[in-house]
């Protein structure tokens, strides 16, 4: 067998989003402050979601990255929190080119390139999760193979 490579759950950029996505979210539901996008292009309870999407992101991809227990179990973490993460800043995005168009061309690309990062990221926990797997049954069928004759 082969050597397995898992890439690094620590990743700086990953981190950083992770930390300031519960942050984001907290802050807007207690100030009770939302940008105006989203208060235009969201109905209430999706405000809502998005914010505690936010927050959930946040708690749910750090606690996969720091997980002390089995490895697939906190890449899986991660990977549903980055996907959530993609989709929630998507929103955003779609949120503020609807209501401001060209204007938000800056904005809205710097959110996407987060959103394309979060895909992008979930891309390679998934091609992780799929070696792990393999590694695990290769493993596992190798003391059957030795005692056959």
Excluded: K, N
């Excluded at 606690?63 to 955003?92: F, H, K, N």
């Excluded at 070696?131 to 290769?138: F, G, K, M, T, Y």
Aim: aromatic share 4%; net charge positive.
């Amino acid at each position: 067998m082969g050597t397995l490579r898992i890439r690094s759950r620590h990743q700086p950029y990953e981190i950083a989003v992770l930390i300031a996505a519960p942050v984001c979210g907290v802050l807007m539901m207690t100030l009770d402050v939302r940008p105006t996008s989203v208060q235009t292009a969201m109905p209430g309870p999706i405000q809502v979601a998005w914010e505690l999407g936010l927050i959930a992101v946040g708690v749910g991809g750090l606690l996969g990255i720091l997980w002390p227990g089995r490895l697939s179990t906190g890449l899986g973490l991660e990977l549903a929190s980055v996907l959530v993460l993609g989709t929630i800043t998507g929103m955003y995005a779609v949120a503020l080119v609807a209501m401001s168009g060209r204007q938000s061309l800056v904005a809205t690309s710097f959110v996407m390139a987060v959103t394309v990062g979060s895909l992008w990221r979930a891309a390679q926990i998934t091609v992780d999760l799929r070696r792990l797997a393999r590694a695990c049954e290769v493993v596992s069928y190798e003391p059957l193979q030795v005692g056959v004759t």
